[in-house]
């Protein structure tokens, strides 16, 4: 037991300092490479927030959880601010699930999506979860949380039993179970309507440019944007379509912990069972973080699009600084050679 316990508190102390240093540079590579793909529209608006949210999750855990392990004295107000591990954990999910919901109606029902999902639309519906998660964390964690014995936190006493027992599965239900319900079935609903209203939905839209153009050449140049719309639109679903597989697969498991285990268990290693449980209940900690880290990489090798974006972002910074030094070179050798023919006519 003492030695599951011993390799528990070393993986604990361990992992997320491994995402960290991973997740975060990939999280702002993401936001950068994503919001100059195109145009601003809800679709990358909503994947660089995700990035955010993803890459603030990863540092706000990493943050706390150095204070307890090196005993910080937080007291009441650092206790009532750890609301914020959960909060943008669970904006980051409902993010996705956000971009899902985007996605879903562009891939089947493309006529609709202007009208349905506008950019004002889509700030709303970001503004609008963000303020609702801020103000259910903010206020339960101000109202039920306090400072507790030595360097801990603990519940307010009127609160005890809301805490062990409701908060535990309320918690449950709005940072894994209802984005995982909803984003599975998006997901199912969104690589069913790539299927089936493809090739419809470029009929459609080649109709539509051909009835603006009144030449062959515009209507080539409109071809030539429709397709790379096309190529846009399907790099972000394909984008989403990973973030969501993934989320899908690493939260099963924190599904399955949430469900089998006690609600009161509190990673304990006092019998063998609980330290099993212990041990479970830090994979699939790991698997939840890991869902803040790993998108990056899935859209780097699974989607040309971004890769190419990405390349193209960091030869173009390569060139700029190439091209300044050289034209500062060259800015000092013709005042050299100004210089030297002033003083070639000085001695004549």
């Given at each position: 037991?003492?030695?599951?316990?011993?390799?528990?508190?070393?993986?604990?102390?361990?992992?997320?300092?491994?995402?960290?240093?991973?997740?975060?540079?990939?999280?702002?590579?993401?936001?950068?490479?994503?919001?100059?793909m195109?145009a601003?529209?809800?679709?990358?608006?909503?994947?660089?927030?995700?990035?955010?949210?993803?890459?603030?999750?990863?540092?706000?855990?990493?943050?706390?959880?150095?204070?307890?392990?090196?005993?910080?004295?937080?007291?009441?107000?650092?206790?009532?601010?750890?609301?914020?591990?959960?909060?943008?954990?669970?904006?980051?999910?409902?993010?996705?699930?956000?971009?899902?919901?985007?996605?879903?109606?562009?891939?089947?029902?493309?006529?609709?999506?202007?009208?349905?999902?506008?950019?004002?639309?889509?700030?709303?519906?970001?503004?609008?979860v963000?303020?609702?998660?801020?103000?259910f964390?903010?206020?339960?964690?101000?109202?039920?949380?306090?400072?507790?014995?030595?360097?801990?936190c603990?519940?307010?006493?009127?609160?005890?039993?809301f805490?062990?027992?409701?908060?535990?599965?309320?918690?449950?239900?709005?940072?894994?179970?209802?984005?995982f319900?909803?984003?599975?079935?998006?997901t199912?609903?969104?690589?069913?309507?790539?299927?089936?209203?493809?090739?419809?939905?470029?009929f459609?839209?080649?109709?539509?440019?051909?009835?603006?153009?009144?030449?062959?050449?515009?209507?080539?140049?409109?071809?030539?944007?429709?397709?790379?719309?096309?190529?846009?639109?399907?790099?972000?679903?394909?984008?989403?379509?990973?973030a969501?597989?993934l989320?899908?697969?690493?939260?099963?498991?924190?599904?399955?912990?949430?469900?089998?285990?006690?609600?009161?268990?509190?990673?304990?290693c006092?019998?063998?069972?609980?330290a099993?449980?212990?041990?479970?209940?830090?994979?699939?900690?790991?698997l939840?973080?890991?869902?803040?880290?790993?998108?990056?990489f899935?859209y780097?090798?699974?989607?040309?699009r971004?890769?190419?974006?990405?390349?193209?972002?960091?030869?173009?910074?390569?060139?700029k600084?190439v091209?300044?030094?050289?034209?500062?070179?060259?800015?000092?050798?013709?005042?050299?050679?100004?210089?030297?023919t002033?003083?070639?006519?000085?001695?004549?």
């Amino acid at each position: 037991t003492i030695e599951i316990c011993d390799a528990v508190t070393q993986f604990s102390n361990t992992y997320l300092w491994i995402l960290f240093a991973i997740g975060v540079p990939g999280n702002v590579l993401t936001i950068i490479t994503t919001l100059s793909m195109q145009a601003l529209s809800p679709a990358t608006f909503f994947i660089a927030l995700l990035a955010f949210f993803d890459g603030s999750a990863l540092v706000v855990k990493l943050i706390f959880q150095q204070l307890y392990r090196y005993e910080v004295q937080i007291g009441n107000v650092g206790c009532k601010m750890e609301f914020l591990t959960m909060y943008l954990a669970t904006v980051a999910n409902w993010m996705l699930v956000l971009i899902c919901a985007e996605r879903f109606i562009s891939v089947c029902y493309p006529l609709k999506k202007i009208s349905v999902f506008t950019k004002k639309r889509g700030y709303i519906c970001a503004a609008t979860v963000a303020a609702f998660f801020l103000c259910f964390y903010g206020i339960l964690f101000v109202v039920m949380r306090d400072k507790g014995p030595g360097m801990t936190c603990g519940t307010n006493n009127n609160f005890l039993s809301f805490w062990a027992t409701y908060w535990y599965w309320l918690n449950a239900a709005m940072f894994l179970f209802i984005p995982f319900i909803i984003i599975l079935v998006f997901t199912g609903g969104i690589i069913r309507g790539l299927y089936l209203s493809r090739r419809d939905r470029r009929f459609l839209m080649q109709k539509g440019s051909g009835r603006d153009t009144g030449n062959e050449c515009a209507t080539g140049n409109n071809q030539r944007l429709v397709a790379e719309s096309e190529r846009i639109e399907r790099a972000i679903t394909i984008m989403m379509i990973l973030a969501a597989v993934l989320f899908v697969a690493f939260a099963l498991p924190a599904c399955v912990f949430r469900l089998l285990s006690d609600p009161k268990f509190r990673g304990d290693c006092d019998t063998i069972a609980n330290a099993y449980w212990a041990m479970f209940e830090q994979v699939q900690f790991l698997l939840v973080d890991l869902t803040h880290v790993l998108n990056f990489f899935m859209y780097f090798f699974a989607v040309r699009r971004f890769r190419s974006q990405l390349f193209k972002l960091l030869r173009c910074k390569t060139c700029k600084k190439v091209k300044y030094q050289h034209t500062i070179s060259s800015q000092l050798s013709s005042s050299t050679k100004a210089n030297s023919t002033v003083c070639l006519q000085h001695i004549h």
